[in-house]
C-alpha cells in the first residue's frame, strides 16, 4: 500500500450515551465507545445486536435518538452551542461525511458507471476535484485494490469480490480518516471472501481509523486491534482480541462464539 495515497490521519471517535429506537423497538440502549486514531476495531455480535445501526450513527446515516458521536471533536450531525445541540442542515451533514468512507455489504455501485467512473464520482461531486485529477486519483486506487485492468469494466462485468474491492476503492476517493465497514465479505462466495479481507488487512496499516462490523472470527482476531462484542443493543465485552475472542469473560461472548465455530 502506498503511503501516498492514504495521507489523512485517522480520526478519533467518541460514542457518548447513544440511543436509537425504531418503533417500539430499542436497538441501541446507551453505547459508550471511544476508538483512537489509526486503530482497527472489529465489531462482532448475533443478528439483531445493533452492530450495523451503531456504525451508521457513525456518519449519520441514522440520526440518534440520545446521546453523541464525534470525531475528533466535532460533533457529527451537530453543532453545539454552549451546552445545546442543533441539528445540522443536510449539506453540513454531508460535508461532515466526506471525512467518514463507508462500504456496504451489498456494494452499492453505479450500475450505469464503469468502474473507474464509479471512483471518481465523489471527489467531483463531494469536493469539486476536477475531472482529470480525480481520474488520475481513480486509477491509483483501482491498482491499490488489484484492479487497474478492469477500469472500464461495467459492474455487471465484474465479480461480486472484484466489486466489493471496487466499493473499498470509491470509499477511499474521499481521503476518509474513518473507514466504516459493515459485513463487507457477507454477499459474497466464499472462494471471493479472502480477496477482499486481503484488501482490508491492507489498510489496516494504512493509519486510518477503520471499524468493521463482521462475522469473519480469525479474521477480527488477526487485524483487529480491539474487539467489541454487542448483544441486545447493548457493549457486552470490548478489549483486544486476546482477550475477547481467545477468553472470553462474558457467558454471552463465549456462546455466540461457541455457535459460529461450529457453524
Do not use: C, W
Not at 446521546?67 to 451533514?93: C, K, N, S, T, W
Amino acid at each position: 500500500m502506498s503511503a501516498e495515497i492514504l495521507v489523512r490521519r485517522g480520526g478519533r471517535i467518541e460514542i457518548h450515551d447513544v440511543h436509537k429506537s425504531f418503533g417500539g423497538l430499542e436497538v441501541l440502549r446507551g453505547i459508550d465507545l471511544t476508538l483512537e486514531p489509526g486503530s482497527v476495531t472489529a465489531i462482532l455480535g448475533p443478528s439483531g445486536s445493533g452492530k450495523s445501526t451503531l456504525l451508521r450513527t457513525i456518519n449519520y446515516l441514522e440520526p440518534l435518538d440520545r446521546g453523541i458521536v464525534a470525531i475528533d471533536g466535532e460533533v457529527i450531525g451537530y453543532r453545539r452551542v454552549g451546552d445545546v445541540l442543533h441539528e445540522l442542515p443536510e449539506r453540513e451533514v454531508l460535508r461532515q461525511r466526506t471525512r467518514v468512507g463507508m462500504v456496504f455489504q451489498s456494494f452499492h455501485l453505479f450500475a450505469h458507471l464503469t468502474a473507474l467512473q464509479n471512483v471518481a464520482e465523489a471527489p467531483r461531486r463531494a469536493l469539486g476535484v476536477p475531472k482529470a485529477d480525480a481520474i488520475a486519483r481513480a486509477r491509483e486506487l483501482l491498482a491499490l485494490v488489484g484492479l487497474e485492468e478492469k477500469a472500464h469494466a461495467f459492474p455487471r462485468q465484474l465479480s461480486g469480490g472484484q466489486q466489493q474491492r471496487v466499493a473499498i476503492a470509491r470509499a477511499l476517493a474521499l481521503d476518509p480518516q474513518v473507514l466504516l465497514f459493515d459485513e463487507p465479505t457477507s454477499a459474497l462466495d466464499p472462494e471471493l471472501v479472502e480477496e477482499v479481507l486481503a484488501v482490508i488487512r491492507g489498510l489496516a496499516t494504512a493509519g486510518t481509523t477503520l471499524v468493521i462490523v463482521t462475522h469473519e472470527i480469525s479474521f477480527a482476531r488477526d487485524v483487529a486491534d480491539r474487539v467489541v462484542f454487542m448483544d441486545g443493543g447493548v457493549v457486552v465485552e470490548e478489549g483486544p482480541p486476546s482477550q475477547v475472542i481467545d477468553a472470553p469473560r462474558h457467558e454471552r461472548t463465549r456462546s455466540f462464539l461457541a455457535r459460529v465455530r461450529g457453524a
